[in-house]
């Protein structure tokens, strides 16, 4: 009989009163009812047949992952406050880069917290990114500005990773030869850096051929420096221990030299300091994290990079630029893309793919928010509380290191440095400990450093910790010396105070009330188009959802607050997220372990390739120098193969987009004294499974050398096949794709590399918490071991909580049924667009993996109308283009991942075939090759509101193409941008005030 029974009515077990698994549901697309119908499209019965035919039965792992069970969302959030409560935060005075802020409300809830900002994709397509380039050329301008040099890019990694960029930089404009008439390859660290950046460069300059020397430069001066070899040195200014000191003596001498000069800065200082440019810096870089971006325990944070307009083309990482649309309106895009990864390879200028973009428009926005009165108040007061506890510490008989400060000082104790940090401790206080040239505490200096939410109850309480309770009269002194000091600035010497202005751009004084920032902000944004707003079909970049859920806990103040060289007791609850994620990405991947340092993809991949090259080393292959990488590889890789002291070798793929096994054979064989690595992705960036890889990575062991898997496509693995059991030693992961970091407009991002126990001694450390590499490079000698590539010990671990969430929302099931569903989708859609869009590569069952490459080169010949019209076009249906012309020259990549439901694959594909007909329109003589709704796409508002419509097609063509809803229309704020016109006339920060007079 049928059941009558209301469903309502019916029994259930607690398992499914509770829902634990109710996440699946929204984390994924497709309903049930929408798989059947997709996969009756594919003419395929269900999911596990599906990846039987897409997966080689080689490389298919079935065994269940050893992860936890599936959570609710309330049960992960209420583990998340478990763990954050088990954090310790006190008031952090440890210095070292890193400053206590307040991150203004308005920015937090707009900004970095909003999906429209923290949702969007690096912005290549710059027809609907106007929004957050803009706000990047603020970013640009603030620190060209601040910091006295003419150019400056959208962001780096971390300071530490920007001095190592900047360093480079030098050693590649530099001309000078040494004493033996080859290029001239030392590099000259003064020892008043922060520690963390003399090790990321010290890291980043040995394989490259570089020689790094520690020294203080400022005491022995360049004429008692031996300078005939040494092509560049860094400064720090103000100093790690907190001096604030006037170079240009000392830089001009350098120049006599030829000896280039980067200095680390202080963006804040830079308000009441000469800056480093007009000292004559040539780079000057640094972090902008006090400008409201948490501390998050070490990043992610945006470093920056300034330097001279003539070496523009040798900038590392992004740079925006004003160029025109295609109607000579104002339009912004990214400057030099020559220089990308993806055209110069092994010849680029770095690895470094995208930085940190939503931390620099947090920043830039910060002094927006307070123009710059409001900056040089806050640097004064940060002073003069500085200067106020100087005071009260000579009073009571104490000495400083320095007599000069802006923020910090490092104060002598006379042996009580343990005592001091204790009592502050006591209070509520951490201060910094100072280690010796031997590396160990020094028990005579304590170091202390203030922020902008440093009080005077702070300064006494600190003042305390050294001298003993203050009574009234001394405290009533402090708030004196902090009136008399806050103009005067005493800490800074009179020669060296800032005299030229800064921010006068008109958009650091315009938005004074919190009214006309947040129309701002909102108008930015709705210029973009974002996951918030549609698809994002971007292949090899994974554009899946960043549940609410995931980011709630990210700006919880117990783990954003947490200073990276706080004592480890005080960060046990973040702690234990890092090692829960290590461990679940290590069960997930099928290696041995896992570090979260490095803080991208590409720094993963350079902490990869630097563990096999500090394997070989230590066998004493020395000579294993050869990293081979097949055409199809992603730019990074061969960058960051050079990076590593490796030389590059291609290999070529076959006519299936196949690693050629035929030609990798004569090459390992060539090449097999030297043979270092192998780098390839899996699945290829050609969209498909190869059946051979783990033949490909055994022929590659057989030669001696290692294989590097880029960890980019990891999205159509993860509990279907293990890296690290198919063959793998090592790989990078991108936490920003598979596990749900969002992309942030072009950062941040986490590439944790995973390894196989051979490999892993040689994983990064940490020379300030050694705890932070892993446990066996303690059995190595400290010469031996690899050194961070970040400058905090766990990189940016202020959104690990993001992946730990999402992992533990799916559990072992939701992580499979998530790469089930990114393949059903890919294959859905490459079906449904076969007629039109013919799929260049498919695996031996005629499916794709996770995306698929469609060819629309014949179109060139045929109509005119290239995969660029087709991107464009897109944008005039509220989609983000596919990925252009790469890894194939004319083709467009598309990946739709797990999260995108068959109504929005549908709408894609609609549009898709639309353009289609279109194309096919102009190709039979409908339009004019050069004046169709193509080549004229995409169409803003303002194009279309003329008098006079003079092109061949209807203007409502135009401005709705077939299948857009009239009711949520995108209309992007520009036309056609022209990308050749901003190279040739580059202007790379605000238009000056003169251009906003009528």
Request: hydrophobic residues 40%; glycine residues 8%.
């Amino acid at each position: 009989m049928p059941e009558t029974t209301p469903a309502g009515n019916r029994g259930h077990d607690l398992a499914d009163l509770r829902d634990d698994a109710g996440f699946h549901r929204r984390h994924l697309g497709p309903d049930a009812d929408e798989q059947r119908q997709m996969l009756a499209a594919l003419d395929v019965p269900d999911l596990a047949t599906l990846l039987e035919r897409a997966v080689p039965d080689v490389i298919r792992d079935d065994t269940p992952l050893a992860l936890p069970e599936p959570a609710s969302e309330a049960t992960v959030l209420a583990r998340l406050r478990d763990l954050a409560d088990r954090n310790d935060v006190r008031k952090a005075c440890i210095g070292l880069g890193y400053a206590g802020t307040i991150t203004p409300p308005v920015i937090r809830r707009n900004v970095l917290e909003d999906p429209g900002w923290y949702t969007a994709y690096t912005p290549y397509q710059p027809e609907i990114s106007q929004g957050r380039l803009e706000a990047l050329l603020v970013f640009q301008t603030m620190v060209r500005d601040l910091t006295g040099r003419e150019l400056a890019g959208a962001s780096l990694l971390d300071e530490a990773t920007a001095a190592a960029e900047g360093l480079t930089l030098c050693h590649r404009v530099s001309r000078k030869k040494g004493a033996d008439g080859k290029d001239a390859a030392t590099l000259l660290l003064d020892t008043g850096c922060h520690p963390q950046t003399i090790a990321v460069v010290q890291t980043r300059a040995e394989p490259l051929g570089l020689e790094v020397v520690v020294t203080d430069v400022r005491a022995s001066g360049p004429d008692e420096l031996a300078l005939n070899d040494v092509v560049a040195v860094l400064l720090q200014q103000p100093t790690t221990d907190g001096a604030v000191i006037d170079d240009r003596d000392l830089i001009a001498r350098l120049h006599d030299a030829d000896v280039l000069v980067t200095v680390a800065t202080d963006l804040l200082a830079c308000l009441l300091v000469t800056p480093p440019g007009e000292q004559g810096a040539d780079v000057v870089v640094g972090s902008s994290q006090r400008f409201g971006v948490p501390m998050m325990f070490g990043g992610p944070h945006a470093g920056f990079l300034a330097t001279r307009d003539a070496f523009a083309r040798n900038l590392p990482g992004r740079l925006v630029g004003v160029s025109v649309d295609a109607r000579g309106r104002e339009a912004y895009r990214l400057a030099l893309q020559t220089r990308e990864q993806h055209i110069r390879r092994e010849r680029a200028t770095s690895n470094i793919c995208t930085s940190q973009v939503l931390l620099a428009v947090v920043a830039a926005m910060y002094a927006v928010h307070h123009g710059p009165q409001g900056l040089a108040r806050i640097a004064r007061r940060t002073s003069a509380m500085t200067g106020a506890l100087r005071d009260a510490l000579l009073e009571a008989g104490l000495t400083t290191t320095a007599t000069t400060w802006f923020d910090t000082l490092t104060v002598r104790v006379d042996g009580r440095a343990d005592e001091v940090v204790a009592a502050a401790a006591e209070r509520g206080y951490e201060l910094g400990r100072v280690r010796t040239a031997s590396d160990a505490l020094d028990p005579d200096l304590v170091r202390v450093a203030f922020d902008e939410t440093t009080t005077l109850d702070d300064v006494a309480a600190v003042a305390a910790a050294f001298v003993g309770e203050l009574d009234r009269q001394a405290t009533d002194r402090l708030a004196q010396v902090v009136a008399r000091t806050a103009s005067a600035a005493d800490g800074i010497p009179a020669a060296l105070r800032r005299t030229t202005a800064v921010l006068t751009d008109p958009r650091f004084s315009r938005y004074r009330s919190e009214t006309e920032l947040l129309r701002w902000l909102r108008s930015l944004k709705a210029k973009d188009v974002a996951l918030d707003r549609a698809m994002i079909p971007l292949g090899s970049c994974t554009m899946k959802l960043n549940a609410a859920v995931e980011m709630e806990a990210v700006t919880w103040p117990a783990f954003a607050e947490l200073h990276p060289f706080a004592p480890l007791e005080r960060s046990a609850g973040t702690r234990q997220v890092i090692a829960d994620l290590e461990r679940w990405l290590a069960e997930i991947t099928g290696y041995d372990a896992v570090s979260l340092q490095p803080n991208a993809g590409s720094q993963g991949e350079l902490a990869g390739l630097l563990a096999i090259r500090g394997y070989h080393r230590a066998n004493g292959d020395d000579q294993r120098d050869v990293c081979l990488i097949p055409s199809s590889a992603h730019g990074t890789n061969a960058a960051s193969a050079v990076m590593a002291g490796m030389r590059v070798k291609v290999v070529p793929c076959d006519d299936d987009g196949n690693v050629d096994v035929d030609e990798l054979k004569r090459l390992v064989t060539e090449h097999a004294d030297r043979l270092a690595a192998l780098m390839v992705t899996y699945p290829s960036t050609h969209g498909v499974f190869e059946r051979r890889i783990s033949d490909i990575c055994a022929l590659v062991h057989d030669h001696g050398g290692q294989v590097y898997l880029d960890g980019a496509n990891l999205n159509a693995l993860v509990g279907v096949a293990r890296p690290g059991r198919f063959g793998a030693d090592v790989s990078h992961l991108n936490l920003h794709k598979t596990f749900c970091i969002p992309h942030g407009g072009g950062g941040p991002g986490v590439g944790p590399v995973g390894c196989r126990a051979h490999l892993a001694p040689y994983l990064p450390t940490h020379p300030l918490v050694p705890e932070a590499g892993h446990p066996s490079a303690g059995d190595l000698a400290p010469e031996r071991r690899t050194g961070p590539v970040a400058a905090a010990p766990w990189g940016s671990a202020g959104i690990l909580q993001i992946s730990w969430a999402y992992v533990a929302l799916m559990g072992a099931s939701g992580l499979r049924r998530a790469t089930e569903t990114a393949i059903l989708n890919a294959n859905y859609v490459a079906t449904r667009l076969a007629d039109g869009y013919p799929v260049l590569y498919t695996g031996e069952g005629g499916l794709v993996a996770h995306e698929a490459i469609v060819d629309v080169r014949h179109w060139r010949e045929r109509s005119g109308i290239s995969n660029e019209d087709v991107a464009k076009r897109l944008v005039d249906h509220g989609f983000h283009a596919p990925t252009m012309s790469f890894p194939v020259a004319g083709t467009l990549m598309i990946e739709p991942t797990e999260s995108e439901s068959k109504a929005e694959l549908d709408r894609f594909c609609d549009a898709m075939l639309a353009i289609r007909d279109e194309e096919a329109a102009v190709a039979a003589g409908e339009w004019p090759s050069d004046d169709n709704p193509l080549v004229n796409a995409p169409h803003p508002a303002e194009d279309l509101l003329v008098d006079h419509w003079d092109h061949p097609y209807p203007r409502e063509l135009a401005a709705y193409p077939a299948g857009v809803r009239r009711d949520d229309k995108y209309w992007p704020p520009v036309a056609r941008v022209d990308n050749a016109h901003g190279d040739r006339n580059l202007v790379c920060a605000c238009p000056a005030p003169e251009a906003f007079e009528d």
